[in-house]
């Protein structure tokens, strides 16, 4: 059985930092693609970064330059370094792994203050 489980999540002021961490259990992690989503409240659910077998990456519109993916294959772990934060960053931000389907982890909340 394939799990997602995401970590690092928290409450932070505005122009701090935060890294996620998304540690994937029971499935091939080194050939799958993976990805950071968000959703704030009242709004759809939004790419933020994804991360694809062989490192190539592409971010959200408005997270690049501020926000970086990276994966580690040996520890089947993907992780979001989030620098510069605002308050418009405040969401519940999912990991997703594409592998022949789509999985996804339960989601874990960042908090940016003002």
């Known amino acids: 059985q394939v799990q997602l489980v995401e970590s690092g999540g928290g409450l932070v002021q505005s122009g701090g930092s935060l890294r996620l961490s998304c540690v994937v259990f029971g499935s091939i992690f080194r050939t799958a693609l993976m990805g950071w989503y968000r959703q704030a409240p009242g709004k759809q659910r939004e790419l933020v970064a994804r991360?694809?077998?062989?490192?190539?990456?592409n971010y959200g519109d408005s997270v690049k330059g501020r926000f970086t993916i990276s994966r580690d294959n040996p520890k089947n772990t993907v992780y979001l370094q989030m620098d510069s934060l605002k308050p418009e960053d405040t969401a519940l931000y999912y990991c997703n792994m594409v592998a022949f389907q789509n999985y996804w982890g339960q989601g874990t909340q960042v908090t940016v203050s003002s």
């Open positions: 991360i694809s077998s062989v490192g190539i990456t």
